[in-house]
């Protein structure tokens, strides 16, 4: 039998999630990664974000102004001020690829070059039903 849960239920559980996030003490952060190495990092705002309708939507500006290292990004983690993952396993990609997390470096690519300025575009987690 599937499992299905309300629609309370699931912003609870991303209500949960923001809280987490927030839970150093301070902003987390949103890193992108090519692989296991982490290619750009970018601070959250905090509190983090927004839940509405079974979405987080992450607020602020999400900008990293220089890129720590050269990769193509294909995951990205979110974690707490103290360093804590909260979040792993979110895709990224470019506009209109469906992707958590869509970012533009002004290639149209996820090919981010070390001291690139990286943009974010969209961040969202969806809950699932």
Do not use: E, H, W
């Not at 599937?2 to 949103?30: F, K």
């Not at 990286?118 to 987690?125: C, D, G, N, R, Y």
Request: hydrophobic letters at 45%.
């Amino acid at each position: 039998m599937t499992v299905v849960y309300s629609s309370t239920a699931i912003n609870d559980r991303l209500d949960g999630v923001v809280t987490a996030i927030d839970s150093g003490g301070g902003p987390g952060s949103l890193k992108l990664y090519a692989g296991v190495s982490v290619i750009s990092t970018i601070a959250l705002a905090f509190p983090c974000g927004t839940v509405s309708g079974g979405i987080l939507t992450f607020s602020g500006t999400l900008l990293d102004p220089s890129a720590a290292a050269t990769g193509s990004v294909n995951a990205a983690a979110i974690a707490n001020s103290n360093g804590d993952t909260i979040v792993s396993g979110l895709s990224v990609g470019i506009p209109l690829s469906g992707a958590d997390i869509v970012i533009n470096n002004g290639l149209n690519t996820t090919l981010i070059n070390a001291g690139q300025v990286v943009s974010v575009l969209s961040a969202q987690i969806i809950g699932s039903p």
